[in-house]
């Protein structure tokens, strides 16, 4: 039996010595031996796809071939030599070639020169025929095909050739024609006695020649004509115009179906329900709810069948009557968008009705409702305004400016547009109204808080609650226990004045939990709390992601909160947003006591003397839309007056501070904002206003501060001397505390509200402003504005609350005023300062102290009364400044880890304020947190990364899908996509950097969020087409259609689109036999996800998805890539007047912090290597124009 392989020996010699004379590549190199244990020097020679190697240079036979056809070459890494022979292979570079074939050892090669070693693999991977072959048939079909359009081109020159022939030949008959009949005129001219009928003949010829001629040359040049203005942009610009009033009927169309469906389904039937015997509603709320819905219906009706009238009359398109017609309704418009924040106030209320409730889930279950809401419906008209505006914008840009209705068009959309402006500073409460309510209706017991209309939605998310037992203790042996992860998951809601804790149902409702309403201002939030005892501190896989807050309500047992992050990202969030809704109402409760003097000047008064906050300027203009602290938003300003808005004292909202810390990058610089902080900090009574200080300031010594002059009181100005002392010695001298006692009428007709609800009234700056008739007055607690140590100050509280009661006689209840007074008590207990405070209790809000009672005090000259005004806007100074910084530090890190002078600024600014004599304990623990928090390196967030799962793959063959389950490649499709989507920076999503010419430079992370897309959607599709047999290709589509849905339990929707669209592609789509074995089921599934994640309506279905979802979630990054250039496109940065557009900055905004809570909130997913590195492989993954070739080779077309 033959076992080797015969080969030509003198042929192979003679191919040896030629590789030798007129090689590729020659050289010395050194091979390693077949037992792998020692390197031999041999000259080697490549010759086309041959490797000889020659026991040296002189040599005249080789002494081996290698055949390198399908081989692979590559560098390869050098081996660890052992200590004897390390100098002397320091030098040497390594490469292999690697053979397909199965029983072939590699190749092992060695050389001195890392150049050398680069040239021989690159001579040695080129040296292949395939490449070649496959090359040259590409090159051969390419010229066949260019033969076939050369010999077409040669059969069209020959006939032109020919008809150019023709035409010549005609011409010279008609000259010679033309020719005879101008010389037979000229003889019957010369001989007027010839025969008249001959002549007329000839004449009658020559006139059928020129009409022919006339003719024909007016039907070619009426033929350039067209065909000129065909393209021509005039009539580019027409058929666009044409298209885009064609869209508009279709989604006027739709816009009408929408109010019929809210009219006859809703309206109509709820009108008749009013009339029965048992209403389940009143017809007056049936008309507070559907105010003006029906003319509406009727005035769009008209609308749709004007605008079906101008199509029917096309090309003919005239729509200026049309909004001649619609403009002077625009006043129901109006009265709808004022009712709409009622009418879903009062939709809430009946809801509280179980008949109404039950009568209008049965209308909403109609099929014609499609699942959506009476809400939903209600919503429909507050978009349809800004749809006429984009519409007109459309039409304007394609209508010529001589056009006959351009003037119309022009006035019909700077109606429309003012009328968007007052909508817009309405829609945006509605919003925040209907997310209240539809956390409300969520929860199963109804939260009425959640019914007041200036409750501010702030976050959501999901925490883990440590137990307490009844003694407050933590229960013994659960913190790290994964149990606790499972049954302490909560869902929490953060609005401006509670939070509120829930746990999530089997149906997806959800329940408060004990003590699940908390109300914000009795909480003390403690953001590294020190547990003493044994199992707190056990919990080492939850170390430093929980937070404390302690909740001491007025009129029941105090408790204890603990919640833990999932992130350190995630705590910094809560606990920042928690801090400020809590600084909020403490600062504005603070400031207003201060100033309520006996001249009973208050916060609100001081606010509406103040025309610079509600009327207009040049550097400032106004929205009508209020706050979250009743103070009208901000539309244009000066970088000047939004900085003063963000020091003002007096109030702070939420919304104003995070678009501002989003936003301030595109009009201003960080050092301009830290430089105004440090300001304000240094010089707190040039925060409020001069007409403010002088209602404050009443009077005339303290006037002086209005007017430049020096402060008399050394408390009006900071001076920093030495630091203060860091600890008292117990033979020291009494320390002194320093308490404020206020009380505050608040007007409620009889009955005693909360601070909250005297600085966020919801009527506005009307019932801000009344007069304060019959009330009741009730006492602030100020333990929650000042600290001293939380167990030495227990005894003197209780003291104080007896001596509060005896002390509120009935005379004093007659007082309209707070009076305000300063008590300094002695403290024998050296153990009770301040520092001895800092020392033992953990890190707290900057304004969130305890344990100083109100009390009532008289007869203090006005001198110490104004002093003590200036030291409570020194500490309300010092709060604003520190919280900003810990907002901006814990919610934009990247500021300060890409700028490192900033921070150093920061950190120095913070250690001066931390060295001032007269800063409070509290206040010196937050600067220190802050500097804590900017100069720690490991962020805590354990969180893996993209490059993390790149590494942890093993770099081999990867496992085929058939190998991976549904359920593990979708929750490894989750944990990719969620990793590449929350490492995206907020700052991406200014200026729409994706759409520009250098996106990969300006948005490098967006564009990898693109290219994941693409790829794993490319990746399911090369998928599919991979299957020859129609069976597996079913089988393969059916277990993707089932990974989509499991995606979508997981709140995946990146990967549902993912999927989706690759199921959508053409090659994919148009496999007719594959589709039609698909199951019924699967087919209904696949549109089931399709219509969820579908562009219609602007994701109308994907974005009623993601409110009703919790984190984590990921969503489709393009819908909001999509608002974002809608919102760039349609509005500047700037105005006419140089005014920064801070509405716009608004509404980024409000995406960006959506866009964010889901970046914040990870997956409980564990890696798997195998399934990810399938997902990640793109060795196997076809291109377009492949997978069209592969889907036309399985499933060939089809001849008509």
Not at 604 to 627: A, E, G, H, T, W
Not at 861 to 890: C, M, Y
Not at 978 to 997: A, D, L, R, T
Not at 1083 to 1099: M, W
Request: glycine share 4%; aromatic share 8%; hydrophobic share 35%.
């Amino acid at each position: 039996m033959q076992k080797g392989i015969r080969l030509n020996d003198g042929h192979v010699t003679y191919l040896g010595l030629l590789a030798k004379k007129d090689g590729t590549r020659r050289g010395c190199l050194s091979k390693k031996s077949s037992d792998n244990t020692k390197w031999h020097t041999k000259w080697f020679a490549l010759l086309q796809n041959m490797l000889f190697y020659f026991e040296n240079e002189s040599s005249s036979r080789p002494s081996g071939l290698y055949l390198l056809e399908g081989c692979i070459c590559d560098r390869a890494p050098s081996p660890k030599p052992s200590q004897s022979a390390k100098e002397c292979l320091e030098k040497q570079y390594y490469f292999t070639v690697s053979f397909t074939h199965e029983n072939q050892k590699a190749l092992e090669l060695r050389t001195e020169d890392v150049k050398d070693c680069d040239e021989w693999v690159a001579a040695i991977s080129h040296a292949s025929y395939r490449n070649l072959a496959n090359e040259h048939e590409t090159l051969m079909q390419k010229y066949l095909h260019l033969l076939q359009i050369v010999e077409t081109e040669k059969t069209v020159a020959k006939q032109l050739r020919q008809q150019i022939e023709d035409g010549e030949i005609e011409i010279e008959r008609l000259k010679s024609e033309i020719a005879g009949l101008l010389k037979d005129n000229e003889k019957i001219s010369a001989s007027p006695a010839a025969a008249p009928s001959d002549d007329d003949s000839e004449i009658k010829k020559i006139k059928k020649v020129q009409s022919f001629l006339r003719g024909w040359i007016c039907r070619r040049k009426w033929k350039t004509i067209i065909q000129d203005y065909i393209r021509s942009p005039h009539a580019e610009s027409m058929r666009k115009r044409n298209q885009v009033v064609f869209s508009m009927l279709d989604s006027e169309a739709e816009y009408v179906q929408q109010l019929h469906i809210l009219v006859n389904n809703f309206l109509r039937p709820l009108r008749m329900a009013a009339s029965s015997k048992k209403p389940p509603i009143t017809h007056d709320d049936v008309s507070s709810i559907f105010l003006n819905s029906e003319t509406i219906m009727f005035l769009h009706q008209i609308f749709y069948q004007g605008l079906k009238a101008r199509i029917a009359s096309w090309p003919t398109l005239v729509l200026a009557d049309l909004f001649d017609i619609l403009l002077p309704m625009l006043n129901i418009y109006q009265e709808f968008v004022r009712n709409h924040q009622y009418s879903l106030q009062i939709l809430a209320h009946c809801k509280q009705n179980r008949d109404f409730d039950k009568l209008l889930k049965q209308y909403e279950a109609k099929p014609d409702c499609e699942e959506r809401t009476l809400e939903t419906f209600l919503t429909y008209p507050m978009f349809q305004i800004p749809r006429y505006i984009l519409t007109l914008h459309e039409l304007l840009a394609h209508t010529p400016h001589e056009h006959i209705e351009r003037n119309s068009l022009d006035y019909a959309k700077s109606k429309l547009e003012e009328l968007s402006r007052i909508m817009h500073d309405e829609v945006s409460e509605t919003e925040n109204i209907r997310k209240n309510l539809a956390i409300e209706r969520m929860i199963v017991e109804g939260c009425e808080i959640l019914l007041d209309t200036s409750q501010t939605f702030v976050r959501q998310g999901s925490l883990i609650q440590v137990p307490m037992s009844e003694k407050g203790k933590i229960t013994r042996g659960r913190l790290g226990s994964l149990s606790l992860k499972k049954e302490g998951e909560r869902q929490c809601f953060l609005f401006s004045k509670h939070l509120i804790i829930c746990t999530r149902g089997s149906g997806g409702k959800l329940h408060l939990t004990k003590n699940g309403v908390v109300s914000l201002i009795d909480c003390t939030l403690m953001e590294d709390p020190e547990g003493t005892d044994d199992e707190y501190k056990s919990g080492q896989d939850m170390e430093h992601l929980d937070f404390k807050i302690v909740v001491e309500p007025k009129d029941s047992q105090s408790f204890t909160v603990i919640l833990v992050a999932s992130s350190r990202q995630e705590k910094s969030a809560w606990t920042s947003d928690i801090s400020q809704c809590i600084d909020n109402i403490r600062c504005n409760g603070l400031m207003m006591n201060a100033f309520e003097d006996n001249s009973k000047v208050t916060v609100p008064q001081m606010i509406k003397s103040d025309s610079s906050l509600y009327c207009d300027d040049v550097d400032i203009r106004f929205s009508k839309m209020m706050n979250s602290c009743k103070v009208l938003q901000i539309r244009y300003a000066s970088v000047e007056r939004l900085l003063e808005r963000l020091t003002d004292l007096r109030f702070l909202s939420i919304d104003f501070l995070n678009t501002f810390l989003h936003s301030y990058r595109v009009f201003t610089t960080a050092d301009v904002v830290l430089d105004k902080l440090i300001t304000i900090y240094k010089k707190p009574i040039s925060a409020i206003p001069a007409r403010s200080l002088e209602l404050f300031f009443a009077s005339s010594q303290n006037s002086k501060l209005l007017y430049g002059e020096p402060p008399s009181s050394p408390r009006a100005s900071r001076k920093f001397s030495s630091p203060p002392p860091l600890a008292i010695a117990k033979n020291s001298s009494p320390n002194r505390r320093r308490k404020l006692s206020l009380n505050i009428p608040i007007i409620t007709g009889g009955k005693a509200l909360d601070l909250a609800a005297l600085s966020c009234s919801s009527n506005g700056y009307a019932s801000m402003y009344s007069s304060m008739s019959p009330f009741s007055k009730t006492t602030l607690d100020i333990n929650k504005l000042y600290v001293s140590s939380p167990i030495a100050s227990k005894i003197p509280d209780e003291g104080e609350d007896k001596k509060d009661k005896a002390e509120d006689t009935p005379a004093s209840k007659q007082g309209r005023s707070s009076n305000l007074s300063v008590r300094e008590e002695s403290d024998n207990d050296p153990n009770q300062s301040d520092d001895g405070d800092a020392e033992a209790s953990p890190t707290k809000s900057p304004t969130t102290p305890k344990n100083l009672k109100c009390k009532n005090s008289s007869g203090f000259p006005t001198d110490q009364r104004n002093g003590d005004k200036e030291f409570v806007i020194r500490r309300a100074a010092t709060n604003r400044v520190l919280n900003v910084l810990r907002h901006w530090v814990s919610k934009h890190s990247p500021d300060f880890e890409t700028n490192n002078e900033l921070k150093t600024k920061v950190i120095a600014f913070l250690e001066e304020v931390m060295h001032d004599p007269e800063l409070l304990t509290q206040e010196r623990k937050a600067a220190a947190n802050i500097i804590r928090t900017l100069t720690q390196e490991d962020h805590g967030d354990n969180q893996i990364t993209l490059e993390d799962v790149t590494q942890l793959m093993d770099g081999g063959k990867c496992e085929p899908f058939e190998s991976h389950s549904a359920l593990e490649i979708a929750e490894q499709l989750t944990l990719l996509d969620h990793v590449v989507f929350k490492v995206i920076p907020y700052e991406e999503f200014f200026g729409q950097g994706w759409m520009k010419n250098d996106k990969n430079e300006k948005t490098p992370y967006i564009m990898r969020t693109t290219k994941h897309f693409n790829d794993i959607s490319n990746l399911i599709a090369t998928e599919i087409l991979r299957c020859d047999d129609v069976v597996t290709r079913v089988s393969v589509i059916e277990k993707w259609v089932a990974v989509a849905d499991i995606c979508r339990c997981l709140h995946n929707y990146n990967a549902v689109l993912e999927i989706t669209s690759s199921l959508n592609r053409s090659s994919v789509f148009r496999l007719k036999k594959t589709w039609l074995k698909v199951s019924k089921q699967t087919k209904a599934l696949i549109d089931k996800l399709q219509k969820l994640v579908s562009s219609e309506g602007r994701f109308k279905n994907l974005r009623e998805a993601l409110k009703n979802c919790d984190p984590p979630c990921v969503p489709y990054l393009g819908m909001y890539l999509t608002d974002l250039a809608f919102i760039e496109e349609g509005t500047p940065n700037y105005t006419e007047d140089n005014l920064v557009n801070f509405s716009k900055m608004r509404m980024i905004s409000h995406i960006i912090r959506e866009i964010r809570q889901f970046q914040q909130t990870a997956y409980k997913i564990d890696l798997q290597p195998k399934v990810s590195q399938y997902l990640l492989d793109r060795s196997f993954v076809l291109d377009e124009e492949s997978m069209y070739e592969a889907s036309l080779r399985i499933e060939p077309k089809v001849p008509n």
